[in-house]
């Protein structure tokens, strides 16, 4: 199993990034694959998630309007679109994957995420 992030990188405030993550050795279509980020002195957080399935969506609070997740599933790729970056959205970001077997389930719950990439980082500045 393998996930492979690319794409950060640093922009100034107000811009835009495209973070793609690159999964294989598992069914893409049976998995979600999730998008989290840790600051410096700062816990982990999850972002946004995709059922691969049936692309359904999750997002947190503080990126909703500003990022969207999508999937190229003839690739087996989950994409993060940032916008209207903030510096308080500096961090590494990571790809994840959770086993879903039903849309219901899809969330932003770490602890379900078993597989992960080495992350990537993003550095917003004001």
């Known amino acids: 199993v393998q996930l492979a992030e690319s794409g950060g990188g640093s922009v100034q405030a107000g811009g835009s990034l495209r973070l793609s993550c690159a999964a294989s050795g598992f069914m893409f279509d049976d998995y979600a694959i999730g998008w989290f980020r840790q600051a410096p002195g700062k816990k982990r957080e999850g972002v946004a998630s995709?059922?691969?399935?049936?692309?359904?969506?999750v997002y947190a609070d503080s990126v909703k309007g500003r990022f969207t997740i999508f999937r190229d599933k003839a690739k087996n790729t989950v994409i993060l679109e940032m916008s209207g970056l903030k510096p308080e959205d500096t961090a590494v970001y990571y790809c994840?994957?959770?086993?879903?077997?039903?849309?219901?389930?899809?969330?932003?719950?770490?602890?379900?995420?078993?597989?992960w990439g080495q992350g990537t980082q993003v550095t917003v500045s004001s």
């Open positions: 994840a994957a959770e086993y879903v077997f039903d849309s219901s389930r899809l969330a932003l719950w770490e602890p379900d995420y078993v597989y």
């Open positions: 995709i059922w691969s399935n049936d692309g359904s969506t």
